[in-house]
């Protein structure tokens, strides 16, 4: 990764985690709002069913007055034929009376051509008397089907209301005329006004006729057809008063009667929550429209909620990813690392053959001059029992001569023993070869070789060789090995009086419950000073000698500790009796 993609990076990921929890908190906010606004349109529609009902009772509380006033005698008889003033006069009062104890707004009774022959306000001005309704959809519905009812802007007072009518019959069942009760509702407009929601009632046409606030009446809730209109201006349902559109675009719908709309309203482009309810016996609809309220407090917990847990999952990703990261790079590093061993490891091993190898021919150099010495003797000695013997027969003494051959013998029997033995010993043999074979045998091979230099330099050996002794190994390899300790020991005592080997050969028990293998134990003690406490740990490293140089390398010890730990057995040593003491091990060999 380049230096530049790397600082990129950083204020990238940064930013990217930043507009996440920037998302995360608007989406949050959309959401808490959508809920305000879903709870908020259920507590209107609940509330419009309340409204609904209270229109529906104050209608229904007058629907039986004109059928009941339809059976009154005086009124029926005042329209059963031509009627006089004083018959007016009385219709009038009657009405009067009426309309004030029943609480209406006004009472009116028309004749069989739609004329108003008496009615309550008779004292206004805008008395209805004497005008004809006979174009009024009521009046028309009364006399078809004996009962009728419209909304209207009163043509005479310019006062909308409810007109409810009935007819009114002869005992035979000819229509008369209508008895028509007109309800105004401003005192339910003004109750309506009193809370902050917008409350309107429209008509089948979709026409506002009531509202609880100015400028919303007479608007139109949806496009009217011609015909429609026509019709409107023949009944004069909403007379001279002009009809606007209402322009209203839906944001959102909760159900089929609940929206959020936007409105080209009397107060500019307000959001609304607009609840509709269908009052079915009116044919009319009620309609709640508020304005939302979503606590601006409740958005902003939610949006910190909302950009907290986003932060927290992206920081947890964050560390969770770093862990994973990490342990991938210790596994990497314990990966190379036990490769590296396993190198070395095999260097380490190349390098020792050689080691071994090496040591083995200076041992073969240095043993040659023995070896040169050790059969030039017997070499000479034979020269001269050849001469004697060569005078015995000589002189006939043929017994004698025999006799003098038998040291000849054992003479030459053992030079050839020696140059085989040496024939094997430079052979470098393959390492780890693990024959059966007995360690005794191995000390007394050892000892043989070095037979001479033992002889010469008058050493005592004290040989305690439990055998056989069988472990697993290289013969010739572990052959060196005592060949090394047993040279060392030879030149530590080389310029002592007392000159005294001891070997020795044991099994060693291995406590009670121990599970580890019987294993034999070697020790090689000599009587030449010991070893120095400071060099105690370093005879075993490589090159390491206090031998004059040309006498010792320093790699006889270092050889012999790799061939026993190879064989799977331990070297050490330490100070004894005057002298140094190597202690090798081996396991014994199972199959013994
Ligand atoms: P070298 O014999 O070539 O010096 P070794 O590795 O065989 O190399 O021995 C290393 C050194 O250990 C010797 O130089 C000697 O100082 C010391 N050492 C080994 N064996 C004995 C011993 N039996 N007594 C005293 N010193 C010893």
New binding site residues.
């Given amino acids: 990764m380049s230096f530049t993609s790397r600082t990129f990076r950083l204020p990238l990921y940064v930013l990217l985690i930043l507009a996440g929890a920037v998302l995360a908190a608007g989406l949050a906010m959309q959401q808490t709002e959508r809920h305000a606004l879903a709870d908020d349109a259920g507590r209107a529609r609940g509330q419009l069913a309340l409204y609904g009902n209270t229109l529906h009772t104050l209608i229904e509380r007058y629907r039986a007055l004109p059928a009941v006033l339809a059976l009154d005698p005086e009124l029926r008889s005042a329209l059963s034929g031509p009627v006089s003033s004083t018959t007016q006069d009385t219709v009038n009062r009657k009405l009067e009376r009426i309309n004030s104890a029943a609480q209406s707004s006004t009472l009116e009774l028309l004749d069989r051509n739609g004329l108003a022959v008496g009615a309550s306000n008779w004292r206004l001005p805008s008395s209805y008397v004497g005008h004809n309704y006979a174009f009024r959809p009521y009046f028309l519905q009364t006399k078809a089907q004996g009962v009728g009812r419209f909304y209207a802007v009163g043509v005479t007072s310019g006062i909308p209301g409810y007109f409810l009518s009935n007819a009114v019959t002869s005992d035979a069942g000819d229509f008369l005329g209508a008895m028509v009760v007109k309800l105004e509702f401003p005192e339910l407009e003004h109750e309506w006004g009193q809370g902050s929601d917008l409350l309107l009632v429209s008509d089948a046409k979709g026409i506002v006729f009531i509202a609880n606030q100015p400028g919303w009446r007479y608007r139109e809730l949806q496009p009217i057809s011609a015909s429609d209109r026509a019709e409107l201006a023949a009944t004069r349902q909403y007379d001279k008063q002009p009809l606007s559109a209402l322009h209203r675009q839906v944001i959102q719908a909760f159900d089929d009667n609940g929206h959020l709309v936007r409105i080209e309203g009397p107060d500019g482009a307000v959001d609304y929550l607009w609840e509709s309810l269908p009052l079915t016996a009116e044919g009319w609809t009620l309609h709640l429209l508020r304005k939302p309220q979503v606590a601006a407090e409740d958005m902003r917990n939610a949006a910190l909620a909302a950009a907290g847990t986003w932060l927290t999952l992206v920081f947890l990703s964050l560390f969770l990813y770093q862990r994973w990261r990490l342990a991938r790079v210790h596994q990497r590093n314990r990966e190379e690392l036990e490769q590296l061993v396993e190198e070395r490891t095999r260097d380490l091993r190349t390098a020792q053959d050689g080691l071994v190898q090496s040591a083995k021919l200076a041992a073969l150099g240095q043993m040659s001059a023995a070896l040169a010495h050790e059969i030039n003797q017997p070499l000479t000695a034979q020269r001269m029992q050849l001469a004697s013997l060569r005078l015995l027969l000589d002189h006939g003494r043929i017994d004698d001569a025999y006799q003098a051959l038998t040291p000849l013998d054992q003479q030459l029997t053992r030079m050839a023993a020696l140059t085989g033995h040496l024939k094997t010993f430079a052979r470098k043999s393959p390492s780890g070869l693990r024959e059966r074979l007995d360690l005794a045998a191995v000390v007394d091979q050892a000892l043989l070789l070095l037979e001479p230099r033992l002889r010469d330099e008058r050493v005592s050996c004290v040989l305690h060789l439990t055998r056989p002794a069988y472990v697993r190994g290289d013969a010739i390899r572990l052959e060196q090995v005592l060949i090394?300790?047993l040279?060392?020991?030879l030149?530590?005592m080389r310029d002592k009086p007392l000159k005294r080997l001891e070997v020795r050969i044991e099994a060693e028990q291995p406590a009670h419950n121990s599970t580890k293998p019987r294993q034999w134990r070697l020790t090689?003690g000599?009587s030449?000073?010991?070893?120095a406490q400071e060099?105690l740990t370093n005879?075993?490293d490589p090159f390491?000698?206090?031998?004059p140089v040309g006498?010792?390398?320093?790699?006889?010890?270092?050889v012999?500790y790799a061939i026993v730990h190879e064989s799977g057995g331990t070297l050490c040593?330490d100070n004894h009796g005057g002298?140094?003491r190597?202690t090798l091990t081996l396991p014994t060999d199972p199959e013994a």
Wanted: charged share 15%; proline share 0%; hydrophobic share 45%.
């Fill in positions: 090394n300790l040279r060392n020991a030149d530590a090689v000599d030449g000073g010991g070893i060099h005879v075993f390491f000698t206090t031998k006498d010792g390398l320093g790699l006889g010890l270092a012999s040593v002298g140094a190597f």
